[in-house]
């Protein structure tokens, strides 16, 4: 059976819903960082519950979305610029959804180090510098949502290249330091690859914004993450 179109004002009643969820999500995702970090850093059993807890909830906004996105494609008949809108919503919260992952492996790490702390004492201060760019380039996407601003979208690209200077130091100290081992200078490396992915996604979340705002258009050397 054919469902009945939305009226006008159900529509955009139902756009700005999905726009609320999206950055709902955006905000979860920064307590998601925060809660594995703490797991990580202090070895926090407790955070390590908040990161899988916050990992449901992302995923269950991530259907949510989902859902009553393509209800509004299916029965509001959007013009273009509210398709992509939609079109965008949809990655986003996919975008979202991925950072929770990471944030939970991140926090899972510290179940696997008993007796010894999962990061060694003289590299504490790059990885409590990668959890503040984390922290803040996601909470930069929460707002270029909340403004719609492309402009201020595109400048996230610029500041994921403060994660990528944090992650050649950390390299540079694992080879300088080499004291904690092999097998530990892998599961180090590892994390900081965490985080770096964090903020890839977001530069990712950062197209879509961009998408949402503008519509397609050509982009040479599209950031892509798997």
Request: net charge negative; aromatic share 4%.
């Amino acid at each position: 059976m054919t469902q009945a179109r939305m009226t006008r004002v159900e529509f955009d009643d139902g756009l700005r819903l999905v726009r609320d969820y999206l950055v709902t999500m955006t905000g979860t995702v920064t307590e998601a960082i925060q809660a594995a970090t703490t797991a990580l850093l202090d070895q926090n059993l407790e955070a390590v519950r908040a990161t899988a807890s916050l990992e449901r909830e992302l995923e269950e906004d991530r259907l949510l979305v989902e859902q009553r996105t393509l209800q509004l494609i299916a029965r509001g008949r959007p013009v273009a610029s509210e398709l992509w809108m939609l079109v965008s919503a949809i990655k986003i919260s996919a975008e979202c959804w991925r950072m929770g992952l990471l944030a939970h492996h991140i926090g899972m790490a510290a179940t696997h180090f008993c007796s010894a702390p999962a990061i060694p004492d003289e590299i504490l201060g790059i990885f409590r510098r990668m959890a503040d760019v984390a922290s803040e380039i996601t909470d930069d996407a929460r707002a270029t949502l909340l403004t719609s601003d492309a402009l201020d979208a595109t400048r996230l690209e610029v500041d994921d290249a403060a994660m990528d200077s944090l992650r050649r130091a950390l390299f540079r100290a694992l080879r300088n330091n080499r004291s904690q081992g092999v097998e530990t200078a892998v599961d180090v490396a590892l994390l900081g690859r965490y985080y770096e992915r964090l903020t890839d996604h977001v530069v990712a979340f950062a197209q879509s914004v961009i998408l949402m705002v503008t519509g397609p258009k050509p982009h040479v050397g599209a950031h892509h993450v798997a």
